[in-house]
Each structure stands twice: as structure tokens, then as C-alpha cells.
């Protein structure tokens, strides 16, 4: 799950700073904001890389994704953006977890065919 969600959370960061210099455009908003709120969020999407498999990880990522969707009120394009992002999240939380099981099956099934019996 963490290399899935990982990944995510880096094409975020990007999509993050793409968006901040759109909306440097906007003469309303300031540009010390503008990086300072950008700043955070990408920040927030490289530590939650390594938060992923902890206790609140998942739950804080779908918090960024809802930020991300909220942006779009200041940069239309990410209401789409972050709707993408969003399915993008669910997919790599979704099918991340049945890797892991898959995994933890695998590793089960060759632990047992190598028992204390065989090697004698």
C-alpha cells in the first residue's frame, strides 16, 4: 500500500505547485499566501509518504484530498483535479491493501512448505 500511495501523494506534489503558480495569477490573492498555503500542502504530501502505514495516515491523506477538491475555489481546474487525485487515492489505499494481503498469504504459504521436517 505505501509504495501505491506514495506515488499518489508525489504526483500531488506536483499538481500542488502547478496550481500555486496559477493562482499566483490571481491579482486578489497574495503571492506570500498563495506559497505559504502551497508550501504546506506539498510539504504535507512528502511526510504523509512516509505516514502511510502508520495509525492516521490514510485518514490525513483523505483530508488532503478534500483540500485539494476545496482549492478549486481558487483555481477552478482543481475541482477536477482533486476529484482525480481523490479516485486516485481510494484506488491506492483499495488495491494497496489486497497487495499487502496477497503478500502476507504468499509469505504464510512459503513459510509453512519450509518447515523444521524438511530440512532433516
Known amino acids: 500500500m505505501r ?31 498563495v506559497w505559504l498555503v502551497s508550501g504546506i500542502a506539498m510539504l504535507l504530501c512528502v ?3 512516509g505516514m502511510v502505514t502508520r495509525p492516521g495516515g490514510v485518514a490525513l491523506g483523505w483530508a488532503l484530498q478534500l483540500a485539494l477538491i476545496a482549492s478549486g475555489v481558487f483555481v477552478p481546474t482543481m475541482y477536477f483535479m482533486g476529484a482525480v487525485f481523490a479516485a486516485l487515492w481510494w484506488a491506492s489505499v483499495h488495491f494497496g491493501r489486497k497487495v499487502d494481503e496477497a503478500k502476507a498469504r504468499f509469505a504464510a504459504g512459503a513459510q509453512a512448505s519450509s518447515s523444521p521436517a524438511d530440512a532433516a
Open 3 to 33: 509504495t501505491l500511495c506514495a506515488s499518489t501523494l508525489i504526483g500531488e506534489f506536483f499538481i500542488i505547485g502547478f496550481a500555486g503558480l496559477v493562482a499566483m495569477k490571481d491579482p486578489d490573492l497574495a503571492t506570500s499566501t
Open 47 to 49: 511526510l504523509l509518504c
